[in-house]
């Protein structure tokens, strides 16, 4: 027969077996739903301003006082690094509130939880998605929090316990309160004004409480939850520990070979491979500089020295083709290279000297053919217009040479493939700050609208940020001798053509849009510089609306 203690050992068994909480410190028990709080004041029915910079100084706040004093954080570059990000991009949203510069902020507040979490981490993008995972894992940590005793007595003492402690001290109040009132005139119209203000602010809330305003709440609890609650995840700070900055020699596969045949020369076999892979990539880098000099020595001929477009060229074919094809080259000639000097014939030194310096005029050729680009790109915007694919173009170009630079240090110091990916995701992450940096509608609007430019697309202007209406406002006068005035349809195809007459109406609806607009929407919360000064420079000083 089943004894009852093991009956009872049975019924036991799954709440020994029922997930533990992770531990948390009182500073996070209490700035879980404070930051909730804060996420839902900040940023419910708001445009994106002053408040995400406000809310990642939040969680870089708490995450800095939870740290203890001799934690590895505050040894780690990376730590240090993200936390500077985080800081610039914060203030470049106040500044100007860009959509690069959110992005920069949002990036650089991931990347700092993910130091945070890891700090021995050094990919860039191994950061951001220990952040991310570890954000998951946070909200179910946390359902234990939410459990419920279920009966029995130390339920029922510790529910006893709270009621003496709160109810006590509220019964006390309540009664000295009443006692007051009744002795002090003074006192009891003040109490009465108090309670007035309540119960108006608690009519306020109840009123403006709504499913989607409760499902917004609980976004900002997850997300705070994620931000504040650290779960440790290592995996991959395992994955990265396999890869080193260097390539290292490797046993060939056919070592079982020799093994197996003692008559088998396994050296000469290996010396015979990598002697075949030699000759390949040595045919492949000097047929393709072949090819590529050809390339340069015309684009050279043709661009590097005095370009004018003839009349009836098809300047923006000319560019937009000839850019995505010349990126996609250049791209793959990285792979190329880096596909040859992957493993051990990086260690063939009868013939490592000869591929290097192939592989170099190769690299070198590229380079050219990216200048090439960067004035294809150039004469675009010479001739036609600024915009944001020219601007992205001339970044990606950057990053480009910036990898080339990397593909150089991998044929002379044998770095490996993880060190190049590792230096050009820090380049692209400074490519971000930097772009956050730029105030790009105001230069793109002060570009376009110059007087030797004869044609405009008034659409593309009339779409950006209002922070660039001050320059569309003080250049209006150039729209008179321009000759043809575009606007894209909604649709995105097609474009309607506009006289200088009907682009002026435009450009008035325009500022009396935003006249009308930015009074009602405008809030503390969403406030930036860059639209404060140019509402200011237009209309004069707006009154800030507070968030209901």
């Known amino acids: 027969m089943t004894s009852f203690a093991s009956l009872a050992g049975a019924v036991s068994e799954p709440r020994a077996h029922r997930a533990q909480p992770i531990p948390l410190s009182i500073l996070q028990k209490l700035m879980v739903p404070l930051g909730a709080i804060a996420f839902d004041v900040l940023f419910w029915n708001q445009e994106v301003g002053v408040n995400l910079a406000l809310y990642s100084l939040f969680v870089v706040v708490v995450t800095l006082l939870g740290l203890p004093r001799h934690a590895p954080q505050w040894k780690s570059a990376g730590f240090w690094t993200m936390l500077l990000g985080t800081l610039l991009s914060s203030g470049l949203v106040v ?40 954000a998951t894992l946070a909200l179910p940590a ?99 520990s396999r890869f080193g900055e260097f390539v290292r020699r490797q046993r060939d596969r056919v070592a079982s070979l020799a093994v197996r045949r003692p008559d088998f020369s396994f050296k000469k076999f290996r010396t015979l491979d990598l002697r075949k892979e030699y000759l390949a990539a040595l045919a492949v880098f000097g047929l393709v500089n072949v090819l590529l000099l050809v390339v340069n020595a015309l684009d050279v001929n043709l661009l590097w020295f005095g370009f004018t477009p003839r009349p009836g060229f098809d300047l923006t074919q000319f560019v937009h083709e000839g850019t ?40 070198v050729q590229n380079v050219v053919l990216v200048i090439s680009v960067g004035l294809r790109n150039y004469y675009y915007i010479l001739h036609t217009e600024l915009a944001y694919k020219r601007i992205g173009v001339y970044g990606f170009l950057l990053l480009t040479l910036f990898g080339l630079g990397t593909v150089l240090l991998k044929i002379w110091q044998r770095r490996s493939a993880f060190s190049l990916v590792r230096l050009n995701a820090w380049a692209v992450y400074a490519l971000v700050l930097g772009l956050a940096a730029g105030n790009w509608e105001v230069w793109i609007t002060r570009y376009n609208l110059q007087p030797r430019f004869k044609e405009v697309n008034l659409g593309f202007l009339l779409d950006m940020p209002e922070r660039m209406l001050p320059e569309l406002a003080a250049r209006e006068a150039v729209l008179d001798g321009m000759t043809r005035i575009v606007v894209i349809n909604d649709s995105g195809y097609g474009e309607t053509q506009f006289t200088p007459a009907e682009a002026h109406r435009l450009v008035k609806q325009r500022l009396q849009r935003w006249k009308e607009a930015y009074p009602r929407y405008h809030t503390w919360q969403s406030w930036t510089y860059a639209e404060a000064q140019a509402y200011e420079e237009l209309y004069g000083q707006p009154q800030t609306k507070v968030a209901p």
């Open 142 to 240: 946390l359902l234990p929090y939410l459990h419920l005793p279920v009966g029995g007595s130390a339920g029922w003492a510790r529910a006893r316990f709270y009621s003496r402690i709160l109810l006590l001290p509220l019964v006390t109040l309540g009664v000295f309160h009443v006692l007051f009132s009744l002795g002090s005139p003074q006192y009891a119209e003040l109490g009465h004004r108090l309670f007035g203000a309540l119960e108006e602010w608690l009519g306020q809330v109840l009123a403006g409480i709504s499913v989607p305003h409760l499902l917004f709440f609980l976004v900002g609890f997850v997300l705070t939850a994620g931000a504040i609650v650290i779960v440790p995840y290592h995996y991959f700070l395992d994955q990265e």
């Open 324 to 363: 995505y094809v010349l990126i996609l080259s250049i791209l793959v000639a990285m792979g190329i290279v880096l596909w040859f000097f992957r493993r051990n014939l990086n260690f063939y030194q009868q013939g490592l000297p000869a591929l290097r310096w192939g592989a170099t005029i190769w690299v």
């Open 95 to 134: 500044w100007l509130g860009s959509g690069a510069a959110r992005l920069a902020c949002v990036v650089s507040l991931g990347l700092f939880l993910g130091y945070r979490n890891q700090p021995l981490l050094r990919q860039v993008a191994y950061a951001l998605l220990t952040a991310l995972a570890s």
